[in-house]
């Protein structure tokens, strides 16, 4: 039997973990924290799956592959980790990246639709339009329950047999197996510096108690603004999260509470674009961090001097 360790149990680990012993290998899964702990990206409250890409099917046709894995997921363990609320895509250019992901959709056979502005309004309590070309709307798109599916993926994986350990483990450790996957997110670039080229970025993310009607509402990408979030779910609030570039942090020892300045701008945003949301208080609030590769495209390679050792990660912000 082959056997395989896996560094890290973030959603690139603890999927690679999991599938490796589905296939029959014998793994060992090694995480420094917790699974699911919120000093890993994957260990966010939600997360948006959508297929639009820009022009770029390859990533567009994984995240269907991924959204169909989640899927089945939920559907063998009864664990809710879906929101199938759909996701609208503000498109302030009628040629930017929205149309771009439009015709990627259409090549890939993704349900979508090109909303007139007016028309998008129903999809939310309001919605503020005068500024959008249109709205490209993914109805299969949706949210996931990100901490809750990566600690699944971990409790299935060792029901399928692999053996997770505790711990922190580096390259000096030399871990014995006949393949090592570091899946180490953030971690990946300190652990193997001059290799990985990957800035680590901090994020925060803010929940708004909307009302009612906010509920079951789709998440949404404002791509030429930078935010993106979703409607109410789970009592966690409405999510507005500035993409704006943030300050390069250590993820072992960051202080977890947000910023001021990022608070004003997220406030900022909901009340322009989605009016009702003017004066909400701010309900919860996460301060995560992006591993951005340089192009943004995941890593996924050998060890050039190790050719058992495999380096993943570089999820760069889309990485579920
Ligand atoms: C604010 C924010 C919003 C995002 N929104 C989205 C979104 O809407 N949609 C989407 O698809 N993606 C999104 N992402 C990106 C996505 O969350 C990440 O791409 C993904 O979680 C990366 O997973 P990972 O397994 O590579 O890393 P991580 O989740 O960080 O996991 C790495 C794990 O390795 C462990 N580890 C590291 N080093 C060691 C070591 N030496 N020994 C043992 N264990 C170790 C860590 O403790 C950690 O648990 C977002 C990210 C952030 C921060």
């Not at 890409?53 to 809710?80: C, S």
Request: proline fraction near 6%; include cysteine; aromatic fraction near 10%.
């Amino acid at each position: 039997m082959s056997s395989a360790v896996v560094v890290g149990a973030g959603v690139f680990g603890a999927s690679t973990a999991r599938e490796l012993a589905l296939r029959g290998w014998d793994v060992t899964l090694i995480e420094q924290y917790a699974p699911g702990t919120v000093r890993s990206a994957s260990g966010g409250d939600t997360r948006l799956s959508r297929a639009a890409h820009g022009d770029a099917d390859w990533y567009g046709a994984l995240a269907r592959a991924a959204r169909t894995h989640w899927l089945e997921l939920q559907e063998a363990t009864g664990a809710r980790i879906w929101e199938p609320v759909g996701l609208a895509w503000f498109a302030r250019h009628e040629n930017g990246f929205e149309s771009r992901s439009r015709a990627s959709l259409e090549r890939l056979g993704v349900p979508h639709e090109w909303l007139d502005p007016e028309a998008a309004r129903s999809l939310f309590p309001s919605l503020k339009v005068d500024d959008l070309a249109g709205v490209l709307f993914e109805p299969e798109a949706g949210v996931l329950h990100a901490r809750r599916a990566t600690q699944l993926l971990v409790e299935t994986g060792e029901q399928a047999g692999v053996r997770y350990e505790s711990g922190r483990c580096v390259p000096a450790d030399e871990p014995r197996a006949d393949v090592v996957v570091w899946a180490c997110g953030p971690w990946l670039a300190s652990l193997f510096p001059g290799l990985v080229d990957v800035k680590v970025e901090r994020r925060d993310v803010f929940f708004f108690g909307g009302d009612a009607s906010w509920r079951g509402t789709p998440g949404f990408c404002e791509y030429d603004a930078s935010y993106y979030g979703h409607g109410e779910i789970e009592g966690l609030g409405v999510k507005v999260a500035p993409d704006l570039p943030g300050r390069a942090i250590d993820p072992d020892t960051v202080d977890r509470t947000p910023l001021a300045s990022w608070e004003r701008a997220a406030r900022a945003y909901a009340a322009r674009r989605f009016p009702s949301l003017e004066g909400a208080p701010v309900i919860g609030t996460r301060v995560c961090q992006y591993d951005l590769s340089r192009d943004t495209h995941f890593i996924a390679d050998r060890h050039p001097e190790r050719d058992a050792w495999w380096l993943i990660g570089g999820g760069s912000g889309h990485g579920f």
